[in-house]
């Protein structure tokens, strides 16, 4: 069976706390690759928990291996060539930006894709577009 995203889960967040929405151009590309990490990183959670009970431990051990920056390098060559322009664009800003950090084990190349990647998640969550995050995800994550 289907399941669609039935809640719009920032609406509900911009509601329960009185926030005002904000013009997506408002943000920086790492704010937004910061929100995406989170966002990335509770759709890999959710799915992992969800194929069974586990130590956390083991939890753990499986989620950082699939939301490591390499693996999401890996997960935006597999996209790329679906996204829209804007996308594309917001994948760019991201990849290009001029962070302060970097991701311990992972080649520069890999931690500038994987930002991008975030950052393009944070602008679709922000922008209310949870079903092409899922979509983006599910089809980065497909096997060949």
Same mark, same amino acid.
């Given at each position: 069976?289907?399941?669609?995203?039935?809640i719009?889960?920032?609406?509900?967040?911009?509601?329960?706390?009185?926030?005002?929405?904000?013009?997506?151009?408002?943000?920086?590309?790492?704010?937004?690759?910061?929100?995406?990490?989170?966002?990335?990183? !509770?759709?890999?959670?959710?799915?992992?928990v969800?194929?069974?009970?586990?130590?956390?431990?083991?939890?753990?051990?499986?989620?950082?291996?699939?939301?490591?920056?390499?693996?999401?390098a890996?997960?935006?060559k597999?996209?790329?060539?679906?996204l829209?322009?804007?996308e594309?664009g917001?994948?760019?800003?991201?990849?290009?930006?001029?962070?302060?950090?970097?991701?311990?084990?992972?080649? !520069?190349?890999?931690?500038?894709?994987?930002?991008?990647?975030?950052?393009?998640?944070?602008?679709?969550? !922000?922008?209310h577009?949870?079903d092409?995050?899922?979509?983006?995800?599910?089809?980065?994550?497909?096997?060949?």
């Amino acid at each position: 069976m289907d399941k669609s995203v039935n809640i719009d889960f920032v609406s509900v967040v911009e509601e329960t706390f009185a926030l005002e929405e904000q013009p997506l151009a408002q943000y920086s590309s790492l704010a937004l690759a910061y929100i995406g990490d989170g966002v990335y990183d !509770l759709i890999i959670r959710t799915m992992v928990v969800e194929k069974g009970n586990a130590r956390a431990n083991l939890l753990h051990k499986t989620v950082s291996g699939m939301v490591k920056a390499s693996a999401q390098a890996e997960i935006i060559k597999k996209i790329e060539p679906v996204l829209t322009e804007e996308e594309k664009g917001v994948y760019r800003r991201g990849r290009n930006a001029k962070s302060y950090t970097k991701a311990k084990n992972a080649s !520069l190349s890999d931690y500038r894709q994987a930002t991008g990647f975030e950052a393009l998640i944070g602008y679709l969550y !922000l922008a209310h577009k949870m079903d092409r995050i899922l979509e983006l995800v599910k089809l980065g994550l497909q096997e060949g």
